[in-house]
Structures are given as structure tokens and as C-alpha cells.
Nanobody
Framework: QGQLVESGGGLVQAGGSLRLSCAASGYTFTHYAMAWFRQVPGKEQEFVAFILGNSGMTNYADSVTGRFTVSRDNAKNAIYLQMNSLTPEDTAVYYC???????????????????WGQGTQVTVST
């Protein structure tokens, strides 16, 4: 059974940066694509960023393109989300997710993922 543990959340001022980490265990890391989602109270989880397993190809939500960068370290079984130029609208709980399905099909849908972390809170103040 796969396990994902996020870290790196916190409070930051608008315009600042944070780097989130997600440590994976319990499955063959390179065989799984990974993603970041976020959620604010009362709303559904929102896709943020996606990265394939071996190739490392990525894709992003329009709202974060140019500000956020997703990366992975297959030797450490970890992915990262570098978040720059943060705004209060980025305030949310951020979750990492993993799926065995390859390619980019349905990658923005939460139902396409097999494993989820517990989330880490990111708060951006004005």
C-alpha cells in the first residue's frame, strides 16, 4: 500500500515563495505519475501540477503556470512543488497524489489517482 507524506507548508507573505515536498513509499516510485492538488474549505480539490514517472514531463493548471514548478527525485522517492510569486488566492491545503496509470489521460481528475497524502496547509497573507 502506497503512502505519501507532504511537508513544507506554512505562512508566507504575498510575493513570497515556498517549496513543498512529498515523500513516497510502499510502491515502485518510478512507475507512478505524481500530481499536486489543492483545496480550500467548501470547494472541490483543484488540480495544480502533474509530472510523469520516468520522463519527468510536466503540466500545470493555468492559474499557476509560470509561478509553480513541479519536480521529482526518483533516487529519493520524492516530488517537490516550488511555488513563487504567491498570492492570497494560493491559500489552500496542498495534497500530493500518485497513480499507476501512465500518460496524461485524465490527469486533472482526482478519481484518476491511487494514493493521496494527508495534505499540508499553505497560507499566503496580504
Amino acid at each position: 500500500q502506497g503512502q505519501l507524506v507532504e511537508s513544507g507548508g506554512g505562512l508566507v507573505q504575498a510575493g513570497g515563495s515556498l517549496r513543498l515536498s512529498c515523500a513516497a513509499s510502499g510502491y515502485t516510485f518510478t512507475h507512478y505519475a505524481m500530481a499536486w492538488f489543492r483545496q480550500v474549505p467548501g470547494k472541490e480539490q483543484e488540480f495544480v501540477a502533474f509530472i510523469l514517472g520516468n520522463s519527468g514531463m510536466t503540466n500545470y493548471a493555468d492559474s499557476v503556470t509560470g509561478r509553480f514548478t513541479v519536480s521529482r527525485d526518483n533516487a529519493k522517492n520524492a516530488i517537490y512543488l516550488q511555488m513563487n510569486s504567491l498570492t492570497p488566492e494560493d491559500t489552500a491545503v496542498y495534497y500530493c497524489a500518485a497513480r499507476a496509470r501512465g500518460g496524461f489521460g485524465l490527469y486533472t481528475l482526482t478519481t484518476a489517482y491511487d494514493y493521496w497524502g494527508q495534505g499540508t496547509q499553505v497560507t499566503v497573507s496580504t
